[in-house]
């Protein structure tokens, strides 16, 4: 979502000091990410932790989000290291840009949204599969997203991510997630844990849906505003992306689906209980 450089989510007043950089070769993917470590992204060469974080408590996170804004309005809220603990080493926009940072940083935790170019936050627990399975550092994934959508909380909880919260969080409980999270916790924001234990509740394994899987996150997220009946300049306002972008959208998942018009295709959706 290229074109998506509104704001989506909070901010908090102006950034602090960002403490220690993060080593080895984090800082060029993060500065790719970012524009430049003024932004948010780390510098090369610092190692040491900080001091005076609550209760000594330290954790090392990458951020990863196609709105820019949101991500420095993240790193403004949570990344005075000094007062939360959290060191923020790493920002990316797309999932190639995170593997390479994540791969880099090996944060404790990474920060991921569920929609990003490159194949969406599955796309990159699926790369990054490796590193969530190292016993003696894991990197742990807890999904900040928009969405409460039921299919992108157990896709991502499917992909191997340790919790799921939405952007509605505040600073103070999105900083508590991030440790609970590095501890090995689960974290939902609430009602969200409901989709996960329904989901896994039974032992077998619930039915693949293959035209569904032919669309992406974002199709699949277009698809459902146009069976609510929205609008294509409604639907821009709510993603943050141009009407173009929108008709491109629908194009494609008329395509992959094999339907004719929107009402075709709200039909569809209404069968699978999307809507």
């Not at 294509?232 to 141009?242: G, N, P, R, T």
Request: charged share 25%.
């Amino acid at each position: 979502m290229s074109d998506a450089n509104g704001p989506t989510g909070q901010t908090a007043g102006s950034s602090g000091p960002t403490g220690p950089k993060a080593p080895g070769g984090t800082a060029n993917g993060a500065e790719a990410a970012t524009g430049s470590p003024e932004a948010g992204g780390p510098a090369a060469g610092d190692t040491a932790e900080p001091s005076g974080a609550p209760g000594g408590r330290h954790v090392r996170v990458v951020l990863v989000d196609d709105h820019r804004m949101f991500r420095t309005g993240v790193q403004a809220e949570i990344g005075q290291t000094e007062r939360t603990g959290v060191q923020v080493v790493g920002e990316a926009a797309d999932v190639d840009q995170a593997v390479t940072v994540i791969t880099a940083a090996r944060p404790e935790v990474v920060l991921l949204d569920v929609h990003l170019p490159g194949g969406g936050g599955v796309e990159v627990l699926r790369r990054c599969a490796p590193l969530m399975g190292d016993a003696e550092r894991p990197v742990r994934f807890l999904a900040l997203s928009v969405s409460d959508a039921a299919e992108d909380v157990i896709g991502v909880i499917r992909g191997g991510a340790r919790g799921y919260v939405t952007k509605t969080i505040t600073g103070t409980d999105l900083v508590d997630s991030i440790f609970r999270v590095q501890e090995g916790d689960a974290v939902f924001s609430p009602r969200l844990a409901g989709f996960v234990l329904d989901a896994f509740a039974s032992t077998d394994a619930p039915p693949v849906d293959e035209d569904l899987d032919r669309l992406t996150q974002r199709e699949r997220e277009v698809l459902r505003l146009i069976a609510r009946g929205y609008a294509y300049k409604e639907i821009a306002k709510q993603l943050f992306i141009s009407v173009k972008t929108v008709e491109s959208h629908v194009s494609a998942v008329l395509r992959k689906l094999q339907l004719s018009n929107r009402h075709e295709l709200t039909r569809w959706a209404t069968a699978r209980r999307l809507v």
